[in-house]
């Protein structure tokens, strides 16, 4: 009885240790430090439209072609990717219902449960001009708690 106390106390000890930096807020908001914008992302381009697998600064596209934006997500914790604000130029497709893909599903890798995952987001480019696409990782119930952030300017041509 005593070592199985012991372990437990132990694992409890590092997970409140390691985990302790993990809900570290910035200043008086409660935005957390992640920014993706300053990861790289992996950008595809394919029947005139533009996949981003990741977050970047900066993408082209023409109007009327899509953009779709993959960004890491983890689907059990009511977490999701959203606009902070509407964009004007570009319409955002699947609006009412979360898609998701297996972040490392191969074929020698299953899927599994509770697993990483990607937030599949398409927007079709409705105008022309610059917008800036701001979008939040948040709860729906706690859209004042941000605990991610990813930018992205894009430049929509006529």
């Known amino acids: 009885m005593k070592k199985y106390s012991v372990s437990f106390i132990a694992l409890s000890s590092f997970i409140i240790f390691t985990c302790g930096s993990c809900s570290q807020k910035t200043g008086s908001s409660n935005v957390a430090s992640t920014n993706m914008s300053t990861k790289k992302a992996e950008i595809s381009q394919q029947d005139g439209g533009v996949t981003l697998d990741g977050c970047t600064e900066q993408t082209s596209i ?8 993959l960004l890491p997500a983890n689907a059990g914790t009511g977490y999701q990717w959203m606009e902070s604000k509407p964009p004007n130029m570009l319409r955002r497709e699947n609006q009412n219902e979360l898609k998701y893909k297996d972040a490392a599903a191969q074929p020698a890798n299953p899927p599994m449960v509770g697993g990483a995952k990607k937030q599949i987001l398409t927007y079709t480019a409705v105008g022309g001009g610059t917008e800036t696409l701001d979008l939040i990782y948040v709860r729906a119930w706690e859209k004042d708690k941000v605990e991610r952030r990813c930018s992205v300017k894009v430049a929509i041509e006529e």
């Open 62 to 69: 023409k109007k009327g072609n899509t953009l779709t934006i």
